[in-house]
Every structure is written in C-alpha cells, then in structure tokens.
C-alpha cells in the first residue's frame, strides 16, 4: 500500500485520496469473490483490475476535464464508497470459515509463521516488480513525468496517458493491500479504508526524510526505504499502544510522529548554524 | 524547414484580460539557418516558439515541419523533430533523477518508451564520453541527481541532451536568462558548437543584444505581435551592435 502511495505521491507530485476507496474496493472484491465459492487464482487478477479501474478513474478525470487532482481522488473515493456498498451487499462481511490465501498455501505449520512467509513473499515479488519496471525506460519516464512535466513532453511523452496508467497502477496496489488485509484480518468493512492514506503518507514522508538525508538516487533503496517507513510507522503506532496510551489518542500521536521525523532535519541544520 | 503562415494567438479571448499575442506572424526558417529572435517583453517571441514546439495552438494559420502540415499536433509527437532548452533549468530537466537517468530519457525522445532497461555500460560510457565534451568534470558524476547540479551545469546538459538522439530542430527559449555571464557565455558557446556540428535548425530567444549580434546568421525583431525586423546573414552581417540597441531604443 505504502508503495502505491509512493507511486501516485513520489512519482506525480499527487497524493491521491482515491486510495481510501481503493483500499476498501479491493478488500469488498475479495471478500464478495470468496464467499460465493470463486476459484482462488481469480481473486487477485479482479481486485487488481478493480483498483486499477478506479485508479484510471481518477487520472481521466484529473487530465481530460482537468480537474485538481485532489478533487479528482475525492470524487472517486466517494462514488467508490456507494460502490463498494452495492459490491457487498452491506456494510461489514466476515469471511470466517472462509477458505482463503492464509488458508490454502501451507508453508509452515503454524498458522502465525504461515501468514508471515506469505506476506513477506508478496511483498518481496511486489517489490522486485515495481522496482524493476521503475528502472526501464518506461519508469524512468513515469519518474520524470512529476518532476518535469515541460521536459517530458518536449521529449516526446504523453504525460496525460502516463498520469493515467500510473494512477491505475498505483490503486491497483492498494486494492492488492486491501486484497491481502481482509483475508488477513477475516472481515471486510466498508470504512476500513477511512485515513488509510494518511498512514500511507506517514510511511512514505519518513521514506522521503532518509532519502533526502543521504541523497539516494537509487530506484532500489528507495523502495527498501518505503518499505521500512511502513514498518516504522506500524512500529511507533504498536508500541505507543503498548505503553499504555489511550487508543483514541492514537491519531495524535501518529501526526506528531510524522511531524516529528519531517520537521527533524531542519531543527538539525538550525543547531549547527548557531554553533 | 519551419513554415509558419499568418499564425495568429489570442489568449482570454472576448473577456476583459484579452492578450492578442500573435497577429498574423508569417515566418520561414531554412534548414540549418540559426535565426536568433528579439524584442521587448510581451512582444509574442515566447509565444511563437510555443507554437512551433506544440505546447501552445494556434487559433488561425498553420505551422509546417519539414514540409508537414503539423499545426495540430501536440507537443510530444513534434518532439521527432524538435528538442527544446527552456529558460527556467529546472523545466529542462528531472531534478530527483540522476544525470544518467536524464540523458538515457533524451536519448530515447524519438522512440517509444518501453519496459525494458536501456541503461546498460556502453550507454554509461557513451553519456560520459558527451559530457566530458563540456570539461565541467561532471563526467564522473553520473549517477549524482541533476537537482545537486547549478543552473548552468544543468543548462548545458540540456544542450548536450537534445542531440542524444535524431534532432532537426532546436528551440531555445532565453537558455541563459537564469544563468551568471561565465556560466551563460559557456551555454551560449556549447549550443553554437552543436548546432554547427549537427547541422541543427535554431531558433534562439534573447534579450541578450551581445548574443544576439555573436550567434546566429539571421536575427528578427518582434514586436506587438509581428514580425518588425527581419535581417538574413548577410544584412545581420552589416548590422553593428549598436544598431541593435536603437532597435529598443
């Protein structure tokens, strides 16, 4: 999910709301595809066609009727929400008894261990693949499309085709989260996707600290480097409960959080000029 | 090579900002002519160039490239003939991608991007090679990102860039405005260089009168709107400097 974010944030200077939507859209899809008994294999190719479809969405109408693309994403995170309502019928479905990813591929005995390898190999391949494709001379292209829109096109490429297929694929990895997140946690909820992106910027944002930190160009590391934030920012969040900290305060903690780590290298350079 | 045929551009039509930019500019620039092109601001140079380079559409008259009618085609599919440097750096080049990144986009401007890594040794060693041509020893920066680089550094990799690939026209619009005078004289030096070795069509924009008289074997004045002046080499070479700055005056 984070890595969709960085996708739309990094690579289009957007952040994109749809991703609330997505989120849920990918995890209704699969909850509704699972309960009524469909193959396994065709979950993960309709969630990931869903997102992409919402995503697509988006970057049409950001591009062809040339709207803010902010407004653009909240347009279809809220048609998505009456969407994915008519998709599951209603407002929470739990998919106990269900069988599911978690259920069918054995890898270790226990079921926790089991869950891990299977996320870990998600992300892994998930990863190698985007990482790879940002390299070709397609992502190169798709990098420099948020940075330099005027060089872009003098340099022969459509950038309103390329926001497009990038907004479609970013939301298609978000739906691929939602995928893995309700037969993960067993249920679908037609809000679980409400801030969503808010921890997805986190994670990104703190990426984007190390990365200026030690100029990283590297397509590679920087992916690693969203991946830890993700890790980080879930980190932060599980110990501040662990330490006894009111669940309701958690937002707030979570925004000081980020602040914090945004806000810390410009407190670092002031130190050192008043030496 | 470039035909442009009683072009005219009004920006805000009907509405009380109503800009007439361009007002019936009917202009020819032979091949490999460098036509440097001069006049006050809002006179429609800018504006001119955009239409030639497709990023701004004309509302009458036509545009011609090599002979074809391409008047309404945007800016990316004129990007097989024509490379750009812009005033501003940074609009002509990816500043979170590094240098290699950069040249690998511009030596692909005529062909489709693909799924495919095209950055491979002999590419490395190729884009090493063209820049160590500038003796800025960026050579061994490649990997380096091109927002670490100077205004002029960066200008003159445009340059070098827009002949990584088949290139018959290039526009440069103010390349030095943004620059000090020894990085800008560097810039204006490396872009008359390439485009007498690649043979290139040019047309430059310049409130530079000292360029403007050096480089280039036709100048054109503008102003409202039209074409006001417009000397070939052989007048431009009888023309003095201060001849110019009475064109202002």
């Known amino acids: ?275 | 090579m470039i035909a442009v045929n009683n072009v005219h551009k009004t920006f805000n039509p009907g509405r009380a900002n109503q800009v007439n930019a361009i007002n019936g500019v009917t202009l020819t620039i032979k091949k490999e002519e460098f036509a440097v092109i001069v006049g006050a601001n809002g006179s429609g140079k800018t504006t001119l160039l955009n239409m030639i380079a497709g990023s701004v559409f004309p509302n009458s008259g036509n545009i011609q490239i090599g002979g074809q009618n391409v008047t309404k085609l945007p800016d990316y599919r004129r990007s097989q003939w024509i490379a750009r440097v812009f005033q501003n750096p940074v609009s002509g080049t990816a500043s979170d991608l590094s240098i290699l990144d950069n040249f690998r986009l511009a030596a692909i401007r005529t062909k489709p991007k693909c799924l495919t890594i095209g950055i491979n040794e002999t590419f490395k060693n190729q884009v090493k090679e063209k820049i160590s041509t500038l003796g800025m020893g960026l050579e061994n920066k490649i990997e380096q990102q091109m927002g670490t680089l100077s205004g002029g550094q960066r200008q003159a990799l445009t340059l070098l860039m827009s002949v990584m690939d088949s290139c018959k026209v290039l526009l440069l619009d103010e390349p030095t405005a943004a620059l000090d005078p020894r990085s800008a004289a560097l810039v204006m030096k490396t872009a008359d260089e390439l485009i007498k070795d690649y043979k290139l069509t040019s047309i430059l924009i310049t409130h530079n009168l000292k360029d403007a008289y050096n480089y280039g074997n036709r100048i054109i004045l503008m102003g409202e709107g039209l074409v006001a002046k417009d000397l070939d080499s052989e007048h431009k070479a009888n023309l003095k400097q201060n001849d110019l700055f009475d064109w202002f005056g």
């Open chain 1, 1 to 275: 999910m984070a890595l969709g974010i960085y996708i739309s944030m990094k690579i289009f200077n957007i952040p994109d709301i749809t991703t609330n939507g997505s989120y849920t859209l990918g995890a209704a899809v699969t909850a509704i595809l699972l309960i009524h008994q469909q193959p396994v294999y065709i979950v993960l190719p309709a969630v990931i066609l869903a997102g992409g479809i919402a995503g697509a969405l988006t970057g049409i109408i950001h591009t062809k009727l040339e709207i803010n693309p902010l407004l653009a994403g909240i347009l279809v995170m809220t048609a998505l929400y009456a969407v994915n309502l008519t998709v599951m019928g209603r407002s929470n479905l739990p998919l106990i008894n269900i069988s599911s990813l978690f259920t069918l591929i054995n890898i270790s005995e226990k079921p926790n261990q089991n869950t891990f390898w299977i996320l870990s190999s998600f992300v892994i391949i998930i990863t190698s693949i985007i990482g790879y494709l940002l390299k070709t001379d397609f992502g190169i292209a798709m990098r420099a499309t948020g940075n330099s829109e005027s060089m872009i096109r003098s340099l022969g490429v459509n950038t309103d085709r390329m926001k497009i297929t990038g907004l479609a694929l970013a939301n298609a990895l978000t739906a691929m989260s939602g995928y893995l997140i309700s037969q993960y946690q067993g249920f679908t909820d037609v809000s679980m996707g409400t801030g969503i992106v808010v921890i997805g910027l986190g994670s990104v944002i703190i990426a984007e600290t190390f990365i200026n930190w030690f100029r990283v160009t590297s397509v590679w590391v920087g992916l690693i480097l969203v991946l830890a934030g993700a890790v980080i920012f879930q980190l932060v969040l599980a110990v501040t409960l662990d330490i006894g900290v009111d669940a309701n305060l958690l937002t707030l903690v979570t925004a000081v959080f980020v602040l914090l780590i945004v806000s810390l290298p410009r407190l670092s350079f002031k130190g050192s000029n008043l030496k």
